[in-house]
T-cell receptor, first 112, second 114 residues
Framework: AQSVTQLGSHVSVSEGALVLLRCNYS??????LFWYVQYPNQGLQLLLK??????LVKGINGFEAEFKKSETSFHLTKPSAHMSDAAEYFC??????????FGSGTQLTVLP | NAGVTQTPKFQVLKTGQSMTLQCAQD?????MSWYRQDPGMGLRLIHY???????DQGEVPNGYNVSRSTTEDFPLRLLSAAPSQTSVYFC?????????????FGEGSWLTVV
């Protein structure tokens, strides 16, 4: 069985501040990990993914995430938040199967 | 470069009505799936297909039927809609790569059952 836990259903940061969205996972096999972003009334856009190799993964829009096997974590960060980053973010895991197990999502609010 | 195309984008149904959500992909992917998204619950897998003629249940299959007659199309059917099926539905198509799988999502279908 596999699961994804996103800590904090709502996160608020000031514009220009660090963004940190937390994701922990449980998987009995080496995981593939993903972060998706969803803007209101839109579909899911892939931000970045970890499969194998380098544990620090860079994605679009200045986001990056680090895979830490010892902590079973895959936290998403961005050094400086922008107003356009306000959205809902989903962490997801794919184990041996080709479907995804999603976390419950984190709504990011960026304050001016 | 259409990717994954879902229709309709918005639909209102009455309880007991039936409807089909259409999904098509032009990337020749074998694996396709349907998810539903509900507030605070992320996305949950309804049904999936590993190729034409093969389908299987996901986490929340009750009340939904699927079929896969071609590689391109994977429609989701609600035979008798219930208010509990009010949700946002996403179709997905998976590309298998050497460095892992990439899942492509459609734009979503917002369904309200009254």
């Amino acid at each position: 069985a596999q699961s994804v836990t996103q800590l904090g259903s709502h996160v608020s940061v000031s514009e220009g501040a660090l963004v940190l969205l937390r994701c922990n996972y449980s998987s009995s096999v080496p995981p593939y990990l993903f972060w998706y972003v969803q803007y209101p009334n839109q579909g899911l856009q892939l931000l970045l993914k970890y499969t194998t190799g380098a544990t620090l993964v860079k994605g679009i829009n200045g986001f990056e995430a680090e895979f830490k096997k010892s902590e079973t974590s895959f936290h998403l960060t961005k050094p400086s938040a922008h107003m356009s980053d306000a959205a809902e973010y989903f962490c997801a895991l794919s184990g041996s199967a080709r479907q995804l197990t999603f976390g419950s999502g984190t709504q990011l609010t960026v304050l001016p | 470069n259409a990717g994954v195309t879902q229709t309709p984008k918005f639909q209102v149904l009455k309880t007991g009505q039936s409807m089909t959500l259409q999904c098509a992909q032009d990337m020749n992917h074998e694996y396709m799936s349907w998810y539903r998204q509900d507030p605070g619950m992320g996305l949950r897998l309804i049904h999936y297909s590993v190729g034409a003629g093969i389908t299987d249940q996901g986490e929340v299959p009750n009340g939904y039927n699927v079929s896969r007659s071609t590689t391109e199309d994977f429609p989701l059917r609600l035979l008798s809609a219930a208010p509990s099926q009010t949700s946002v539905y996403f179709c997905a198509s998976t590309e298998q790569g050497v460095s892992g799988n990439t899942i492509y999502f459609g734009e979503g279908s917002w369904l309200t059952v009254v």
